[in-house]
C-alpha cells in the first residue's frame, strides 16, 4: 500500500516489472483518443481500480489514490466528452 501511495505522489516512479502512473495514463489516453474517434454514440469500458482511478483522471484531475479506495466493487461511471469538455458521474453512492 505504501508503494501505490508512493506512486499517486510521484507519477514517474516505475518499480521492477512494472510501469508507472505516467505511462500507464498515456496507455490509457491513447485508448480513449482511439475510442473518441470512433462514431458509436455510447462506448462501453471495463478495467480494474487503479487504472479505472487513471482513465478518470484524464477526465477530471481530482482522482488519486484516495478516489482509487473509494470505489467499490463493481463501480460504474458515466463519463460524458462533448467537444472540449468532460463530465464525471458516479452512477451510485
Known amino acids: 500500500m505504501e508503494k501505490l501511495k508512493k506512486s499517486f ?8 516489472g ?3 502512473n505516467q ?3 498515456e496507455r490509457a489516453r491513447s485508448f480513449i483518443e482511439n ?7 455510447h462506448v462501453v ?3 480494474h481500480g487503479n487504472l479505472t482511478t ?3 483522471r484524464l477526465f477530471d ?3 488519486g489514490y484516495d478516489e482509487l479506495f473509494a ?3 463493481p463501480d460504474v461511471y458515466v463519463v460524458k466528452v462533448e467537444e472540449d469538455e468532460a463530465t464525471v458521474q458516479r452512477i451510485w453512492e
Not at 505522489?9 to 521492477?16: E, M, N
Open 9 to 16: 505522489d510521484d507519477f514517474s516512479l516505475v518499480l521492477p
Open 18 to 20: 512494472g510501469e508507472s
Open 23 to 25: 505511462q500507464a495514463m
Open 35 to 41: 475510442v473518441l474517434e470512433k462514431e458509436e454514440d
Open 45 to 47: 469500458c471495463v478495467s
Open 54 to 56: 487513471l482513465l478518470l
Open 61 to 63: 484531475e481530482k482522482y
Open 71 to 73: 470505489l467499490s466493487n
